[in-house]
């Protein structure tokens, strides 16, 4: 499981309802990108929120690989980051994240709108690998 934050997202949504716009558009890009990375590395997109970004590798379909996809996704993740400019300070993207692999419960929740979740453990480490992270890193355990 990986989990990516984008740094210095909320202090941009203080600012003028035209550079709200601007983050929404950064996000979307970001975002867009991530969708497309994933996809290439055979990783799937459990979920945004704000501004985190969960990805797994694994599951729903078994894969004997998924550590190596993951990593490699993440390593790129944060290549292609950089290629987004902030609308605040025209500087790079940097974001913070968190890897780790083991096992976890999933499954579709809910019946007006299903969600896959994911649940346990490792989810919760790579959140807190994440959290703990530094900018431009990918914080593995």
Do not use: W
Not at 24 to 33: I, P, Q, R, S
Not at 61 to 81: K, Q, T
Not at 110 to 132: I, Q, W
Request: net charge negative; charged share 20%; hydrophobic share 45%.
């Amino acid at each position: 499981v990986v989990v990516v934050v984008v740094l210095n997202l909320y202090p941009m949504c203080v600012f003028s309802f035209f550079i709200k716009i601007k983050v929404m558009d950064m996000l979307h890009e970001l975002f867009v990108k991530f969708d497309d990375l994933a996809d290439r590395h055979g990783c799937y997109k459990v979920e945004t929120i704000g501004d985190a970004y969960m990805v797994a590798c694994g599951c729903p379909e078994e894969c004997p690989d998924h550590a190596l996809r993951i990593a490699n996704l993440a390593i790129d993740m944060v290549r292609i980051a950089q290629q987004v400019i902030s609308p605040l300070d025209g500087e790079p993207l940097r974001i913070r994240v968190g890897l780790h692999s083991g096992p976890l419960m999933a499954g579709v929740v809910g019946r007006a709108r299903p969600r896959y979740c994911l649940f346990g453990d490792t989810v919760n480490v790579a959140s807190r690998m994440e959290s703990n992270g530094l900018p431009g890193a990918i914080q593995v355990d």
